[in-house]
Each structure stands twice: as C-alpha cells, then as structure tokens.
C-alpha cells in the first residue's frame, strides 16, 4: 500500500475515521450545533426543533452523543422526571470547526 494511503487504512489511527465515528448519525452534527447555539435543551425541545426526527432516533442520536463525551445528559430527581442535555468542553471545542462547515455549506447553496 501507498504509504500517502495508510494514513487512511483502519490500521494506522485516522484522524478523519476518528471524526466520523463521533458524527456517524445523520442527526449528530444538527443536535450539537443546536446545543452550542443554546447550551442546555431538554428532549421535547430538540424534538420540535427538528420535526423531520423520530423519537427513536433522537434518543439514540443523543446516546451516542453522550457516551462519545460530546454532551452531557443530567437528570434531576423531580416527578416528572426532568432531563436535560447540554454540550460538554470536549463538544463545545468541535463548535468553530462546525461553523466552518456551515459556512461552506452556505457557499455551495449560493452557487
């Protein structure tokens, strides 16, 4: 193999797998970018910010999130019970390389 392609491989530590495998769902980069805008939501609150998402999926996206150390899920002991997602250090340091993406994307749409 190419050494220019190891870095690449699954073998050699890949810095871009290592990105993807924070942001492998659909939803992931929407529901960060959503928590670095307003810090703390609760999960009814993202689910009507974003309509088009299945609770399922939702909840699953925010699993991921979670165990991934991206954002932090606190559950206060009140009846109901409450709970509330906010992004993390490690999250919030993702947040400029986020807007990048979403100036780039803004470009593309214009032209």
């Not at 190891?6 to 492998?24: A, D, E, L, M, Q």
């Not at 769902?25 to 999960?43: N, S």
């Amino acid at each position: 193999m190419n050494d220019k392609l190891k870095k690449f491989s699954g073998t050699g530590g890949c810095p871009i797998r290592n990105v993807i495998s924070h942001f492998s769902t659909k939803w992931g980069l929407l529901v960060l970018a959503m928590l670095g805008e307003t810090r703390c939501l609760r999960f009814n609150e993202i689910a009507h910010a974003l309509p088009d998402i299945s609770p399922k999926v939702l909840s699953a996206t925010l699993k991921t999130l979670t165990a991934d150390g991206m954002i932090c899920r606190t559950l206060y002991p009140s009846v109901p019970p409450k709970v509330e997602y906010s992004i993390t250090e490690k999250g919030d340091s993702f947040i400029p390389i986020l807007r990048e993406m979403v100036q780039w994307g803004l470009a593309q749409m214009q032209k």
